[in-house]
Structures are given as C-alpha cells and as structure tokens.
C-alpha cells in the first residue's frame, strides 16, 4: 500500500489547472533529468514523471483526488496535538538517528535549514520526499496504534533575533547559530494487520517545513 500525493511531488496545489501542472513538470524534469543529475537523480526524476503521468491524465487525476479524500476522511495521518498510545516504545526522530533516513548528507541536513532561515532558497525548489524507516515487529504490525515521529523545527533566536550575536558577544541562548529548536511530533495510525512495504506520505506544512514532505517506510522484523 502506498498512499502518494502527486500534488506534493510537484510542487502544486491540488487546485492547480492543467497548464500549471505541466510547467511545474516542465521545470522539474530540466533540474532532474538523469544527464544533468546525475545516477543519483534518477529515482527522483521517476518521480517526477509518474506524477505528471497521473495528473495530465483528466480521468486518473479524478480518480487520484477520490483516493486523497478518501484517506484524509479516515484520519489515519496527521499532526496531533493529544499524544495517543503509541506503537513503538521510543518514537524514531528525524536526523537523529540517521541510520533509519535516506538519503543522509549534511547537504540534506543545509536544505532542511534553509527552509526555516529562507535565505538562498532556489526559486525552482520544490518539496521532496524525506524518507524514513521504522521497523515494527509481527505483533506491532498485527495490533496496529499510533506511530510517533519527532521532527524538528527550527525559529530565530529571540534574543539575539537570528543575528548569533548578542552584541558585542556570540548569543549564547542559541550557541551563535541564529536558530533555536523545538521538537514536534507528527502521529500517524498504523491500521491493524500493516503490510510490510507500506509507504505513508505527508506534508509537513503545519511545521512551516515547506521543501521536504514526510515519506515513512514501515518494515516488518523479528520479534
């Protein structure tokens, strides 16, 4: 089971016409294509194009937003604010065990901070998918609850107001860096008797997160 939104692929709303669909595609395959990006683009630039594919199609794109609204109706996914009993007893934590994120670099790392200083952000920058495992055993799987994952936001420093300075030293309520950061938890319900492979897509806009969505791999191990 994979529950994708196109939309978030290419960087539209769900809103957009037909002729913004194909410039956001237009523009996303030239930054992609494999000759320019590279072996490592390739995964992305299939991407690109499956969800173009879908939603240049009148008839699959109608069929893709019933499977959209259909999920949200049945709040499997969101960002809650009352923690529910959770799956797992420690809630997996992005770029804090990054063992369990792919692709893991410190370029992916600056990009994630770039979305919260705004500064040198491409104009053509889209959300991408920031992938990340979590491993249930059979009885998690079987029995099915609420997954955490602590995500982490980043907002200018109030003191020395993202400058890293507190004039004339390094602030030191934000180490010099401008940014404070806060943990929030994203929670998404796990239905009982999960599939391993299973796949769930979110956006993260409700943080402010806007370049990355969130693209959870759930696998099924040992007890």
């Not at 952000?121 to 079987?142: F, H, R, Y």
């Not at 929670?187 to 969505?213: C, D, S």
């Amino acid at each position: 089971m994979f529950r994708r939104d196109y939309y978030l692929i290419l960087g539209v709303p769900r809103s957009e016409t037909a002729a913004g669909i194909h410039a956001a595609y237009r523009d996303l395959a030239k930054q992609h294509r494999p000759d320019i990006a590279g072996p490592s683009g390739a995964g992305r630039f299939r991407e690109i194009t499956e969800a173009y594919k879908i939603l240049s199609d009148p008839v699959q794109r109608r069929k893709h937003d019933y499977d959209l609204a259909e999920s949200e109706r049945a709040p499997s996914i969101g960002i809650l604010r009352r923690p529910p009993e959770p799956i797992v007893p420690q809630a997996p934590s992005l770029f804090y065990r990054p063992e369990g994120i792919f692709p893991s670099s410190d370029e992916l790392f600056d990009r994630y901070i770039r979305n919260f200083t705004g500064i040198g952000v491409p104009k053509a920058e889209t959300a991408e998918g920031l992938n990340l495992e979590v491993v249930l055993t059979p009885g998690e799987a079987s029995v099915g609850g609420m997954l955490p994952v602590t995500v982490p936001v980043f907002e200018e420093c109030p003191v020395c107001r993202g400058t890293g300075e507190d004039w004339p030293f390094p602030c030191l309520h934000c180490h010099a860096q401008g940014l404070i950061e806060r943990r929030e938890t994203v929670r998404i319900k796990i239905p009982p008797g999960i599939l391993h492979g299973t796949v769930f897509e979110l956006p993260l806009r409700e943080l402010g997160i806007h370049n990355f969505y969130l693209r959870v791999h759930v696998l099924i191990g040992g007890d």
